[in-house]
């Protein structure tokens, strides 16, 4: 018996082993080029629903990692070449990450976050213009998540490419952000370590240093970097390498598919168009129109109607006259020179507003008329040259009159010499 449980456990040995080396050797094969790569060791699928905060730095609730395994997150990009080179890295070593976006940087490189995308990585948001977020309310904190999220979404081209995560820019967390993220069904990722790569001056050996020692004392975690500058990619190459030797794993966080739009509200916040009051507005308690369903089950074979007997039509009906045949092949059909074309005197009146029922405001009007507007004299009429002043810098200037351009200017030579009391 005890001869049997010895074979058992050494079968279980070699079996674990055998996973794990196959595990190895299947992300070895999936990084062609490259049989010593990093690589990512899986994807974690992070749902609004589940998580809306995640990050020891601020928040309680963590990603769900094993031991030494990390999520590496880049901010503020894309700036060329630097974005460019740090995704080139990080494709020849396989490795996945997730980006976080500014608007305006998506704005004008959208190809580059499109690359990021084709390159399998995750992309989410971090602001307009990444401003000093804890000062921002109301309609400025609206535009900054808003414009963001759209700007990344048009580089992309497809809105449900973008993933419902969001970084708030320095960490400027406040309960009036978080409340307009949640409504917005955004998870907000703030990060376990960071390498200090925003320092200027910082070596690319510091930054090394400083994310390895971290992480290490951490065991797991998110791992902030910036590929916006050349300290961080110069880093890059020697940072992967340490992850691997220390044997850390790489996870590539992703959004539940299919994601429906980024709104207020979540998806219920949509109403059907049909059961709004007025089109265009969005009303959240309107109630969706009912459609006619089936009543009960399909008839039976019985009470199927049966097919038409060819004695119910009649044939000679349908069948044309050959006599009305030949008529119409010999019919005169008017030539061009017949057709007159409409006389200028003769050419409609274009219609006025009345006829097409659109007021002034652009409602649609049914029924109305539109009354003459009333005619204004020309005594009573605006005269812009009583306004020849303008307001300049607290006080009231007169404009002076422009001097022609063929006008020439009388130099101090040229004027009469003034006599001097003596």
Known sequence: MRKIRAVSAVVAAIGFVAAVSGASSASAESCPGNPDALGTSRTIVISPQEYQRVGSMQYKQNLPLNDHEVVLTFDDGPLPP??????????????????FIVGEMAHVYPD?????????DTIGTHSMTHPIFQRLTGDKLAYQIDAGIASVEAALGDPNELAPFFRIPGFGRSDIIEKALADRSLVVFSTDVTADDWFRHISPAQIVQRAMSRLDKRGRGILLLHDIHPWTVAALPELLKQLKEHGYHVVQVV?????GPLIAGGPGAWARAA?????????????????????????????ALAAPDAAAFDVARTLPDAADTDAAATAKWPQLADVTPPNVESDLAVPGLAELGVSLRGHTLVATEIKELPQVASHERFDHGRFRRVHYH????????????????RHRA???????SA
Not at 82 to 99: F, G
Request: hydrophobic share 35%.
């Open 394 to 409: 607290g006080r009231m200037r007169e404009h002076r009159p422009l001097r022609r351009a063929g006008s020439a200017r």
């Open 255 to 259: 959004p539940p598919a299919p994601r």
């Open 414 to 420: 040229d004027a009469q010499p003034r006599s001097h």
């Open 82 to 99: 630097w974005s460019d080179r740090a995704l080139d890295i990080l494709k020849s070593q396989c490795v996945k990450v997730a980006y």
């Open 112 to 120: 580059v976050v499109r690359r990021e995308y084709e390159a399998g």
């Open 275 to 303: 059961a709004m009051p007025l089109p265009g507005l969005i009303d959240v308690g309107a109630v969706s129109p009912t459609w006619p369903q089936a009543n009960g089950e399909p008839g039976s074979a019985s009470e």
